[in-house]
């Protein structure tokens, strides 16, 4: 079931939204080589605490504040003491704040210094592919509206692999609601976008095939490209109304993003 949410509930969702644009504007400076991931994930913990939120992923049981994928990991890397970042690597940081009972969600690549031209290409299709995305999120329109948007930058344009077995979602009273939003046409269901839903809109995008494989011994958490390629994932929560969509998550709501 979707659930359109009221001002009183978008207004809780944007507070949430822009708390953790504030974290990501904290964080990603920091993101450097030599750091751990488990660092990275205490820095996003002590911040969350610090301004009286609660890491939305422990809900799902995730042992992470932070989803800390690099390079060939897609989505839902477990932070380790032993993970160092590295130059050159993509860093795909997944975070979602529940404050006060209202969930934001957001992903942004990091590139670690010298980053290949390649790599860095594929961080801007992918963001380019998110704004596509957000540009369809319109009411009258449908869910596969989306879809068909980040698939032409992504996949027709760029001939990139797009990964079909994740996909975005409804957000904001809890951490994954209807509808699901693909990142290419599919079957199953469309429904017309309306004022009032709010949604995670996610690209998670290969350099080689959309085929994912699940983790390894101990690990059933981790997605990876199939081939081992090198992966990117960006993501914003919106809300949808009568005459605009607002990017909740917008790193820039407060005129400061660290985002590059």
């Known amino acids: 079931m979707i659930r359109l949410k009221n001002e009183k509930e978008i207004n809780g969702i944007r507070e949430s939204c822009h708390l953790l644009a504030d974290l990501f504007n904290e964080i990603i400076p920091k993101v450097k080589a030599g750091v751990t991931t488990k660092q990275i994930d205490d820095w996003c913990v002590d911040f969350i605490k610090k301004h ?13 504040a932070a989803c800390i994928s690099i390079n060939q990991e897609v989505i839902h890397g477990i932070p380790s003491k032993k993970r160092i970042v590295k130059d050159g690597d993509l860093v795909s940081l997944d975070i ?9 969600d957001s992903s942004h690549t990091v590139m670690v210094g010298n980053v290949k031209p390649q790599h860095r290409k594929l961080v801007q299709v992918t963001r380019e592919s998110l704004m596509a995305g957000i540009m369809a999120c319109v ?18 344009q760029n001939g990139y692999g797009v990964v079909e077995e994740y996909c975005g979602h409804g957000v904001g009273l809890e951490v994954h609601e209807d509808p699901s939003i693909p990142n290419c046409p599919s079957g199953g269901p469309n429904p017309r976008i ?12 290969n350099e080689g095939t959309g085929d ?11 997605v990876v490209s199939a081939d081992g390629s ?31």
């Open 212 to 222: 994912v494989i699940t983790g390894g011994p101990g690990d059933e958490w981790t």
């Open 52 to 64: 009286g939120g609660r890491p939305a992923w422990w809900q799902e049981n995730f042992p992470g």
């Open 194 to 205: 309306q004022a009032g839903m709010v949604l995670a809109i996610e690209p998670m995008i």
């Open 230 to 260: 090198w992966s990117c994932h960006e993501e914003h929560t919106v809300a949808v109304f009568p005459d605009h969509t607002e990017i909740l998550t917008d790193l820039d709501y407060n005129g400061c993003s660290c985002l590059k």
């Open 96 to 104: 979602g704040i529940d404050l006060n009972g209202y969930i934001s």
């Open 139 to 156: 009411p009258g329109n449908r869910i596969k509206d989306i879809a068909k948007a980040v698939y032409h930058v992504t996949h027709e």
